[in-house]
């Protein structure tokens, strides 16, 4: 309540009188509360819903209203992606992009998937690049790419060297991995369990370029996608591909939201495919995936 008085400029009373009064006029409660928290009750869910395409409709009205007088695409992209999807995968398409719609102010949000899966669903970007191992009902999930495990190390490990390894001859090895909460953690911690050994953590980090720094110093070993190595990281790999899954990065859409002309020509540009896939509309039921991130 106090984040959404700030943003509208008004007092957080206030913005308990235009609850009240919306509530009023739908005739049912919107928001509950249990103790300090307040949530969307399922007719609060049912409104949002209705409401984000047309809020998403008239955000992009001038852009839209601009590109069909004048032919003229302009705007803000705002586009949601990990560190290392921002420098790997999505550097070239977005030159091209600057380089055909120089108007277009590009914004780059730095986050995890879940992150970025969350900004999606709440309208506050136009699109996330990242990897779901559950998809949501009301999100499209459209892949990209494959990037296989891999177990990183100094140049000068004991382990270095190997284009082979047992998950046991990690066991002596302390980790460096993502907050337990991330899916690169999940899953390591599945796959040891699955094979019924054990494993160490001797730190977490969030960020795989933060987890590359440490791992070249010494500190411990990591599992990563390969995605995250470049040229220039002095580390050695080790393949994990007969234990882990592919990591499988795709585009990320709400079902119900209404694309600006910015974010359909980038989307248009980096993967048609998932405009013929998507149209707002009704949720359909959510799918299983079985990729990390």
Not at 184 to 208: C, D, L, P
């Amino acid at each position: 309540m106090s984040r959404t008085a700030e943003k509208m400029d008004l007092t957080q009373p206030s913005v308990s009188l235009l609850i009240r009064a919306l509530e009023k006029d739908m005739g049912h409660q919107l928001f509950g509360r249990r103790g300090p928290r307040i949530y969307l009750t399922a007719e609060g869910r049912s409104l949002l819903e209705l409401a984000l395409p047309l809020v998403d409709g008239l955000e992009n009205l001038p852009a839209a209203f601009d590109e069909q007088v004048n032919k003229h695409i302009s705007g803000e992209l705002h586009i949601a992606a990990s560190e290392a999807i921002l420098l790997q995968l999505l550097s070239q398409p977005l030159r091209r992009f600057h380089a055909a719609y120089p108007q277009i102010r590009v914004c780059l949000h730095n986050v995890t998937s879940p992150d970025g899966l969350t900004q999606i669903q709440a309208g506050e970007i136009d699109l996330a690049i990242g990897a779901l191992i559950t998809v949501p009902q009301d999100v499209l999930f459209t892949p990209l790419c494959d990037y296989d495990p891999v177990l990183i190390m100094p140049n000068d490990h004991a382990l270095a060297g190997r284009s082979v390894i047992r998950l046991e001859e990690i066991t002596p090895y302390g980790l460096i991995l993502p907050p337990r909460h991330l899916t690169t953690a999940q899953m390591v911690e599945m796959v040891f369990s699955q094979h019924n050994i054990k494993y160490s953590v001797v730190m977490e980090a969030r960020g795989w370029e933060v987890i590359k720094k440490y791992v070249e110093r010494d500190i411990g070993i990591a599992i990563v996608p390969r995605i995250c190595l470049a040229q220039h990281d002095d580390l050695a790999t080790i393949p994990l591909g007969q234990y882990f899954p592919k990591c499988s990065y795709g585009l990320v859409l709400r079902r119900e939201q209404l694309l600006s002309p910015a974010a359909r020509r980038f989307v248009e540009m980096l993967a048609p495919q998932a405009l013929a896939g998507w149209q707002p509309g009704p949720a359909k039921r959510s799918q299983r995936r079985t990729s990390t991130s």
